[in-house]
């Protein structure tokens, strides 16, 4: 079964509400390479491939993206929140670089692990 914008938009209300954002980013799903963070219309846009790879990946991807409303770069400070609010959703990621090259459960199985030909 594949995630929904509804379920995305669901987890990105309970973010906001928990950090305090004072907002309610907008959840979109299109055909893009990239995702983003809109500061100014509080718009979230999730690229559909990343709902291919499974809801684990979408989950990730959108609390990712609710990141960038408090920190617009990947540095330690972005890491942080972002390692603690997947660990809420039983989330663990295993970074290279900025992004995950795999996101394990609390029990350290592996959820979803990069491919390349999955993009
Ligand atoms: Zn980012």
Same mark, same amino acid.
Request: no cysteine.
């Given at each position: 079964m594949t995630v929904t914008q509804n379920e995305l938009q669901e987890l990105a209300n309970l973010l906001a509400v928990q950090l305090k954002l004072g907002f309610v980013p907008q959840v979109e799903i299109n055909k893009v390479k990239r995702g983003r963070a809109r500061l100014k219309t509080f718009k979230i846009t999730?690229?559909? +491939? /990343?709902?291919? %790879?499974g809801c684990e990946y979408a989950y990730y991807y959108t609390i990712h993206e609710v990141c960038h409303f408090r920190h617009s770069?990947? @540095? =330690? %400070? !972005? &890491?942080r929140l972002e390692r603690r609010l997947l660990k809420q959703w039983g989330l663990t990621p295993v970074y290279k670089k900025a992004y995950p090259r795999e996101l394990k459960s =609390?029990?350290?199985?592996? @959820? +979803? /692990? !990069? &491919?390349?030909?999955s993009k």
């Open positions: 999730i690229p559909e +491939w /990343t709902i291919r %790879q770069n990947h @540095l =330690a %400070q !972005f &890491k =609390a029990a350290g199985m592996p @959820l +979803w /692990t !990069f &491919k390349k030909s």
